[in-house]
T-cell receptor, first 112, second 114 residues
Framework: DAGVIQSPRHEVTEMGQEVTLRCKPI?????LFWYRQTMMRGLELLIY????????DSGMPEDRFSAKMPNASFSTLKIQPSEPRDSAVYFC??????????FGPGTRLLVL | GENVEQHPSTLSVQEGDSAVIKCTYS??????FPWYKQELGKGPQLIID?????GEKKDQRIAVTLNKTAKHFSLHITETQPEDSAVYFC?????????????FGKGTKLSVKP
């Protein structure tokens, strides 16, 4: 299996622009997670889905952030408009029921 | 909800020595405890995990112990090598509870000096 796939791997954008991060979970996994990692705040859970349904989005910073999972093999995390404080590494992870959770390689986002 | 504390935040050892990282959790219903290793520029990778029905698990140079009574679990790395240098995260979750997401510790930066 190719593992969790994220794109793009790196993104540099200007403040105010829309940013869309993409994730393809491992085939057969029914839970998907979006995390943000910074030096200051560590690894933060933003939102997670079970069977394509958002279960807990309490970690989403504000209305500028939104996430969707239109089907079992694809999810997006969108930031509109982006701000410099959104600069971080964003990880997607997936899991099958009560089994091991696997992380993707991350997207490094820099908002200028 | 669950809270996971991890210590130390940084750890430096000589190559060949052992390293121990400790975590405590607050929710006695937690029943799955994974450990992740994150190398620079990469995503966290699972290195070992333990479930609440087991007290100890070992995989080559890595072992994890769980004390359910005290609500703490530890990662032990023996015969450390420079390639063990990374940030290590512990986590806990109650599989079967209303929230099925892992709660992570803040991480331990391990440096192994050759």
């Amino acid at each position: 299996d190719a593992g969790v796939i994220q794109s793009p791997r790196h993104e540099v954008t200007e403040m105010g622009q829309e940013v869309t991060l993409r994730c393809k979970p491992i085939s057969g996994h029914n839970s998907l997670f979006w995390y943000r990692q910074t030096m200051m705040r560590g690894l933060e859970l933003l939102i997670y889905f079970n069977n394509n349904v958002p279960i807990d989005d309490s970690g989403m910073p504000e209305d500028r952030f939104s996430a969707k999972m239109p089907n079992a093999s694809f999810s997006t995390l969108k930031i509109q408009p982006s701000e410099p404080r959104d600069s971080a590494v964003y990880f997607c992870a997936s899991r099958s029921r009560q089994e091991t959770q696997y992380f993707g390689p991350g997207t490094r986002l820099l908002v200028l | 909800g669950e809270n996971v504390e991890q210590h130390p935040s940084t750890l430096s050892v000589q190559e060949g020595d052992s390293a121990v990282i400790k975590c405590t959790y607050s929710d006695s219903a937690s029943n799955y405890f994974p450990w992740y290793k994150q190398e620079l520029g990469k995503g966290p990778q699972l290195i070992i995990d333990i479930r609440s029905n087991v007290g100890e698990k070992k995989d080559q140079r890595i072992a994890v112990t769980l004390n359910k009574t005290a609500k703490h679990f530890s990662l032990h790395i023996t015969e450390t090598q420079p390639e063990d240098s990374a940030v290590y995260f512990c986590a806990a979750v109650n599989y079967g509870g209303s929230q099925g997401n892992l709660i992570f510790g803040k991480g331990t930066k391990l440096s192994v000096k050759p």
